[in-house]
Structure formats: C-alpha cells, structure tokens
C-alpha cells in the first residue's frame, strides 16, 4: 500500500503517542526492577556428611546408596559451619554396567530440608523432597588417572518451609567433571592415597524457575582407600545465583565422606549350594 | 525316556533355583499407594524365612502428602503358596500409620492409627538376584484403606 511521506510521519507520530501514554499510564502496576551490576552476597559455610555404600549385586548390577548429613551456618554467624540442621539427603540407586566404561545408575531420592530459622512458627520443622534420578557415567582412563563424566538428571517435588507452601516441580540437569589421582601407587587399588577434583554444574527448569543456573560447585577432596572402605574428604566452593534477580550466593562446605563397598556375589552362591 | 527324564530334570531344576527357603533374606525398595489415604509413598522392606515358605516381611514406608508428614509401619507374616519363577502368597499383619498435620492445633496435629493387615501377593523372578513383587492389603481397622504395593526384590543370600 502507497503512504505519502506525510502519512508515514503521522502514523510515527501517533505511534510515539500511544506508546507514550501506555508506559506513563501503567502507574499502578509493580515496577519491574532491572539491575544494573551482578552483586555476590557474602559466602557462608556448611558442614556435610556422607556415608555412601555400594553393593555388587550380580555381574552386572550394584546397589547405590548415599545418606548425608547436612549442617548449616548459623543465622548470626555465617562461618560457625554447624550452626543449624539443614538436610537429611538419602539417595538410593540401582546401578547397571552396561560397559567397563560406561554405567547407568537411578532410584529414588528423599530429602529431608530442614527450617532455615529453627523455632519460628512461620516455618514447618521439616518438609519432605523427593525426587526420581538417573544418572549416566562415562569413565576414561588416562595413564593412572581415571577421569569420569557424569550426566546426572534429578526430577523434583520441592517445597519452602513456609507453612503451607505448595509443592512445585522442577527438572534438574548436573554435569560433573573428576578425576581420581593416585599418589602413593601406579593405580587405585587397596591402601591407596588419591587426591580427586571436580567440577559440578547445576541447571534448573521449571515453571517458577527464573534462572536456568542453578549453581557451580568446585570440589577437591583428598582420600585413602583401606580394604572394603574409601574415606575421602574436602571443601567445597559453590556459586549460583538467589532468588532476587544479579544477585549471587556462595558457600564454603566441608565435606566428610566414607564409602563402603561389599560384594555379595560369592555369599549368595555359596549359601545356596549348601542349601540346595 | 531321554526327552521325559531331560524334562524332568528341568522342571525339578527351574523349582529348586526359585525355592523360599529357611534363613534366606531378601531386601526391596519398595512404593504403596493408599485408596483411602489417597497418599503415596516409597520406603524399605526386608523379608526373612524363619522357615521354609513362611517368611517375616517388617517395612517401613514413607508417605507424601501436600501437607505434613505420614508414615506407614509394617509387620507382616507371608506363606507362599507355590515355588518356582511365579510365586503367590497369602499375608497377614501389623500396620502402624502416623500422619502429622500441618495446620491442625498442637494437640490435635497427630494421627496414629494401628490395625490389621490382609492381603496377598504375586512375586515374579526376573533373574538370579531379583524378583518383581505386586501386593494388595486390606485395612479393616483404618477406615478400610486399601494398600497396592509394587516394588524390586533383591534376593540376598
């Protein structure tokens, strides 16, 4: 369609108007803040604690499990590491060796996230989480050094400790880069020291989830493998972003670990060869 | 004769390896579903054969609800019916529900209630190691919940 010059500079016009008289007439409506830097809020501490186990099944099959206890900073002293109960986390798992390299793990997880401010009634002591996860491991041996990578997928019900909050789902994509590096032998084997670092990163998707980050944490424990026992520990520095929109949270964890591993392989088929 | 005496054989055998017997243990992860409490929840159970076919199955099962918190113990005694890869069996049992409240006042927040189970189950072996369990109870004494089961054995020894 043909605009004369002057139709065109009219309708711009009229265009530059409405626009004018929509924005100045939202004055009612929430103003949407737009920060202008990213601020980091200070870091605060926690202390958490693992037990995992891992049992030989079959050939094929192991039995995955984790049960942490998590302690937090305290209201008033964010350094104190212990201040507060924070989480009961058990994470069990099925775990299939599809290949020497690559392994398949999921199950079931239930968090218990305890109140961030113990004793007031706004808040329930403790609210349920579970989730369904799996979790795909690829292993690459590199000389002594094994590196793995590990894509870990959780499926979440999650809610605040406000009474009442309601439940709301989210999906959770982790990707973890480590390594196991022994010292004191060519290889991981009994009575071995081993330093191991990695690297995790978190992304979050859900509808109430405004940042896909969720959170990047970097880890190196160091450990000592002593027959059916692994006992490793470290700190932690994680980085992620809050609820309020450029502004980021940190935390320094320490963390204690003991693995167990059994194998029941040998038990059971000696067991039924008596019996039968 | 061959034929029969090889069949024989592999049917005695397919009994022997899916037996219940005397001091075997078994583990599962399991899930329930209540029609009355219209809650569901996942926990542990373990079962052990005191002897040959009767076995003691305690488990403890945790449930979700939007609100509060609830818990369902179990103390069951199952006879299995039959040997081999299908297994049925009859139960018969304890159960201990405990639901907490959210916004009730705190001396009415907390439900208890013991009762009775009876039900039965169908247990299918996928492998050496683990089986496939399905089971349904009744609660006369809880409002006559229903509870449907489905879990993974894991037989241990």
Not at chain 1, 104 to 131: A, Y
Not at chain 1, 158 to 178: C, E, H, L, Q, S
Not at chain 1, 225 to 254: D, K, L, V
Request: proline share 4%.
């Amino acid at each position: 369609m043909y605009l004369s010059k002057f139709a065109k500079q009219n309708l711009l016009a009229l265009g530059i108007c409405f626009w004018t008289i929509s924005a100045f007439g939202q004055g009612d409506a929430p103003q949407q803040f737009i920060p202008s830097e990213r601020t980091n809020l200070l870091a605060t501490t926690e202390s958490w604690n693992g037990l995992y186990l891992k049992f030989r099944l079959g050939d094929r099959w192991l039995w995955y499990q984790e049960n942490h206890y998590r302690r937090r900073s305290s209201v008033d002293n964010r350094g104190d590491f212990i201040g507060r109960m924070s989480q009961i986390y058990n994470r069990f798992g099925f775990t299939y060796l599809a290949r020497d390299n690559f392994e398949i793990t999921f199950g079931p997880t239930l968090v218990w996230n305890f109140t961030p401010d113990p004793g007031n009634p706004e808040f329930v002591t403790s609210t349920l989480e579970p989730r369904f996860w799996h979790q795909w491991l690829l292993v690459q041996p590199m000389g002594r050094v094994k590196l793995f990578h590990q894509f870990r997928f959780e499926h979440r019900f999650k809610r605040d400790n406000n009474v009442g909050a309601p439940y709301n789902y989210t999906d959770r994509f982790r990707y973890k880069v480590y390594a196991y590096i022994p010292i004191n032998k060519p290889r991981m084997e009994n009575h071995t020291f081993f330093i191991s670092p990695s690297n995790e990163i978190f992304f979050e998707t859900g509808s109430h989830i405004t940042d896909i980050l969720e959170e990047n944490r970097i880890y190196t424990a160091i450990g000592y493998t002593h027959n059916n026992f692994m006992f490793f520990g470290g700190h932690m520095w994680t980085y992620g972003p809050s609820a309020i929109p450029a502004e980021y949270r940190q935390r320094h964890i320490i963390r204690l670990n003991v693995m167990y591993t059994l194998d029941f392989r040998d038990s059971r088929n000696v067991r039924r060869a008596l019996v039968r | 004769m061959k034929k029969i005496l090889l069949i024989w054989v592999l049917f005695i055998g397919s009994h022997i390896s899916y037996a219940q017997y005397q001091g075997e243990w078994r583990a599962q992860l399991a899930t329930e579903y209540g029609t009355g409490t219209n809650l569901f929840g996942m926990g542990l159970l373990s079962e052990y054969f005191i002897i040959d076919r009767l076995s003691v199955v305690p488990s403890i099962m945790v449930l979700l609800p939007e609100t509060g918190k609830a818990t369902n113990l179990h103390v069951d005694a199952r006879y299995y019916f039959n040997e081999g890869t299908s297994q049925l069996y009859g139960l018969l049992g304890f159960n201990y529900y405990r639901r907490r409240l959210e916004f009730a006042g705190e001396n009415d927040n907390l439900i208890q209630s013991p009762g009775l189970n009876v039900g039965g189950g169908y247990n299918y072996r996928i492998s050496e190691e683990f089986s496939l369990d399905a089971q349904i109870k009744f609660q006369p004494q809880n409002n006559n919940n229903l509870v449907i089961g489905v879990g993974i054995n894991y037989h241990i020894n």
